[in-house]
């Protein structure tokens, strides 16, 4: 059974930082395509950070480009989002998720909202003074 837990969130000043985790159970994660994406209140999901398992190099949305950056842990099958300099519009419940597809390219996930086979529940972070 394929599952993804986020956890992690929380509330941070501004210029602050959190670090997210997705533990992955049920596929090996380095085998297919995981995402990032947040959904603020009113607004719509969108990919933020992606990984392939053909690319090495994590892809991401302008708007976090610089400040958060993505990584993987192949043995503990987990996913990290480490988010720095946290801006007043950061805030979002954030997801990770998957598709199953083969070959999966980040280019469809970054910047836009895409089918994909499983999410996980959300973590909400929360940037004020």
């Known amino acids: 059974q394929v599952q993804l837990v986020e956890s992690g969130g929380g509330l941070v000043q501004p210029g602050g930082s959190l670090r997210l985790s997705c533990v992955v159970s049920?596929?090996?994660?380095?085998?297919?395509?995981i995402g990032w994406f947040r959904q603020a209140p009113g607004k719509g999901r969108q990919g933020i950070a992606c990984?392939?398992?053909?690319?090495?190099?994590?892809y991401y949305a302008d708007a976090v480009k610089d400040r958060f950056t993505m990584s993987r842990d192949n043995v503990k099958n987990t996913a990290y989002l480490q988010m720095n300099s946290l801006k007043p519009e950061d805030p979002a419940t954030y997801y990770c998720?998957?598709?199953?597809?083969?070959?999966?390219?980040?280019?469809?996930?970054?910047?836009?909202?895409?089918?994909?086979?499983?999410w996980g529940e959300g973590t909400l972070v929360n940037v004020s003074t």
């Open positions: 049920g596929f090996a994660l380095d085998r297919y395509t």
């Open positions: 998720a998957t598709t199953l597809e083969v070959g999966y390219h980040c280019t469809v996930v970054v910047g836009q909202d895409p089918e994909m086979d499983y």
């Open positions: 990984m392939s398992a053909t690319h090495a190099r994590p």
